[in-house]
């Protein structure tokens, strides 16, 4: 975990006139000594930080160094402080709990106690990047060199839609690799897929819509997002061949819903690729109802078996917003991605936009082509993955069929009719093997019970183990 404490501690502001009682009017090393006691019982000052020395603490208090000293000196002897040769004096490590915590009830403690479930071990869990192999040394680069970059200027001036070279790099990134009509003056950066959406279903119930077709089954979160923006979802059936147009077509006679959310490239999480005659039947669909589709791309740089199918916004750049993120193509931690949106279509800016420099570093990350290095990569790496998730399971349940076409980082284990798939999520969980059933995703009741199996984050010389595990929990 990475140490959050701060090193120095010299700039933690100490009042010397604040304390309580009669402590205000007694002797001026009395005064900072307590006003240092109080400051690390509050928590300003931590457990390693040092403190300042005491010539600079003198100086910033305006009092003798000999008060400084003192004050020191009588904390090191109650073992609040440390002091040692050759090095700065620090806050103990071992502290009474904090005058803060005291009267809270169950406070956090400094080592938590074990859970109930053991920690996962076998991490099979959809939507999950392999985070061992987040591009650390490469993003801080790019957050130096977009840092060192950036103009002066830029650093106080508003940017509603997103840096412009980092609109300008998604733009190109997303043209080369998307086959998208990409336009910088079209793209928004967000925080991510999540925050896209949100900023579209508002403007979408801005303009009076109140409904929105969504594939079932599908990733709940951005259903979730729409409705909490005034959007109601109305589930549309997917197949093998994606989203069924028919249906759709359907169902906007009877709402008058003029808006889609579909996942084109990869539907999650059945695994199907929208087939072309349906790619065509969506967008005339939208010509027919002046009707806005939503294409979340959240894994489309991910397909083993050929080149990935261009995006669906290239048949109709009028119709199709485009929205996609980092968070599964290199790690949510960053909080960032990108709306390629409809020339008629713009979001009123977002309350919180993405941090300046982070999108600076994004643009240097897009435009050195680390981005598409780490995409390569990790294609590479989750194809062998893949493969050998399929061997496993080929060996250790080859009754049961696995759906999905190659691409992304998971697929689609169906159980036998007597295996409710929550008794082997339930199960599993006790055995550190994180699972997922497909009936997360959907409330249909007439598929067969499936678990999601995700292999972004698992690792590779657990997978055959993981298969085994799992196969003992289904039989």
Not at 214 to 220: G, H, I, L, N, T
Not at 290 to 309: G, H, K, M, N, S
Not at 380 to 407: C, H, K, Y
Request: aromatic share 4%; net charge neutral; charged share 25%.
């Amino acid at each position: 975990m990475q140490n959050t404490r701060p090193i120095l501690a010299w700039e933690t502001l100490l009042d010397v006139d604040s304390a309580s009682g009669s402590d205000v009017a007694g002797p001026l090393r009395d005064r900072v000594e307590n006003a240092l006691r109080r400051a690390i019982d509050e928590g300003r000052l931590s457990p390693g930080a040092a403190v300042p020395p005491s010539r600079t603490l003198a100086e910033t208090l305006g009092v003798s160094r000999w008060v400084v000293t003192e004050a020191y000196g009588q904390l090191v002897a109650e073992g609040v402080l440390e002091a040692r040769t050759g090095s700065a004096t620090r806050v103990a490590e071992r502290q009474e709990m904090p005058e803060a915590t005291r009267g809270i009830e169950n406070p956090v403690p400094r080592d938590p106690a074990p859970a109930s479930a053991p920690p996962i071990r076998y991490d099979l869990r959809p939507g999950i990047p392999d985070l061992r192999a987040t591009p650390r040394s490469r993003w801080a680069a790019a957050l130096r060199a977009g840092l060192a970059d950036l103009p002066d200027r830029e650093l106080a001036a508003a940017h509603p839609s997103g840096y412009a070279p980092a609109r300008e790099a998604v733009a190109a990134y997303l043209s080369r690799s998307r086959h998208a009509v990409a336009d910088a003056t079209r793209i928004t950066i967000t925080h991510g897929a999540t925050d896209g959406m949100g900023l579209l279903a508002r403007e979408l119930h801005r303009r009076g819509h109140r409904t929105i077709l969504v594939e079932d089954p599908s990733w709940p979160r951005l259903r979730i997002v729409a409705e909490d923006n005034g959007l109601r979802p109305i589930p549309v059936p997917v197949d093998g061949d994606g989203i069924d147009t028919g249906q759709l077509r359907s169902l906007t006679s009877g709402t008058g819903a003029r808006a889609t959310l579909v996942t084109p490239a990869h539907q999650f999480p059945l695994g199907a690729a929208l087939a072309p005659a349906r790619r065509e039947e969506l967008v005339r669909w939208a010509r027919d109802h002046d009707a806005l589709v939503i294409e979340d791309d959240y894994d489309a740089e991910f397909r083993y078996d050929r080149r990935p199918v261009p995006a669906l916004q290239r048949l109709a750049p009028d119709r199709v917003a485009l929205i996609g993120s980092l968070s599964k193509s290199v790690s949510p931690a960053l909080g960032l991605g990108w709306m390629l949106l409809p020339p008629d279509i713009a979001p009123a800016p977002s309350p919180s936009t993405p941090s300046l420099i982070d999108q600076a570093a994004l643009a240097h990350f897009v435009t050195q082509g680390d981005f598409e290095r780490h995409l390569r990569a990790s294609r590479t790496r989750f194809r062998r993955r893949r493969q050998r998730l399929l061997d496993a399971l080929t060996i250790e349940l080859p009754e049961l069929s696995v759906a999905g076409i190659s691409a992304g980082m998971h697929l689609v284990l169906t159980l036998p009719s007597h295996v409710p798939a929550s008794a082997v999520v339930d199960a599993g969980a006790s055995e550190g093997l994180a699972l997922t059933s497909l009936r997360r995703y959907t409330d249909a009741t007439d598929r067969p019970d499936a678990l999601v199996l995700g292999y972004g984050d698992l690792d590779d010389a657990l997978v055959e183990e993981a298969v085994a595990r799992l196969a003992a929990l289904v039989r």
